[in-house]
Nanobody
Framework: QVQLVESGGGLVQAGGSLKLSCAAS????????MAWFRQASGKEREFVAR????????TYADSVKGRFTISRDNAKDTVYLQMNSLKPEDTAVYYC?????????????WGQGTQVTVSS
C-alpha cells in the first residue's frame, strides 16, 4: 500500500508559477512510477507527467511540455510538479498517482487531489 498526499495548489494569475508536492509513504518507491494527472471541471482525467523513480526518466503530455517539470526527492519520498507559464486551461484538480514500474498498466494508488486555478 502506498499513501499519497498532495499539496501546493492554489490561485495564480496566467503566466505565473506553482509547485505541487506529493509526499509518498508505505512502500519503497524505487520500484514505482509516479505520475501527475489532472481533471478539469466537466472533463475526463488526463495524464500530465510521469517519472520512473529508479531511473529518473520523465514523460510529459504535449500540452505541458516545456512548461512543467516533474522531479523526485529520494530522501523525502516526494514527487514535485513545477508548473511555469501557467494558462487558464491548466485549471484543474491535480492528482498524484503511483504504480509498480515493471507491471505497467493502470495506476493503483491516488492522492486526494489539489486544486489549481489560473486566472486570466
Amino acid at each position: 500500500q502506498v499513501q499519497l498526499v498532495e499539496s501546493g495548489g492554489g490561485l495564480v494569475q496566467a503566466g505565473g508559477s506553482l509547485k505541487l508536492s506529493c509526499a509518498a509513504s508505505g512502500r519503497t518507491l524505487s520500484t514505482y512510477t509516479m505520475a501527475w494527472f489532472r481533471q478539469a471541471s466537466g472533463k475526463e482525467r488526463e495524464f500530465v507527467a510521469r517519472i520512473i523513480w529508479s531511473a529518473g526518466s520523465t514523460t510529459y503530455a504535449d500540452s505541458v511540455k516545456g512548461r512543467f517539470t516533474i522531479s523526485r526527492d529520494n530522501a523525502k519520498d516526494t514527487v514535485y510538479l513545477q508548473m511555469n507559464s501557467l494558462k487558464p486551461e491548466d485549471t484543474a484538480v491535480y492528482y498524484c498517482a503511483a504504480r509498480p514500474t515493471l507491471r505497467g498498466g493502470p495506476y493503483d494508488y491516488w492522492g486526494q487531489g489539489t486544486q489549481v486555478t489560473v486566472s486570466s
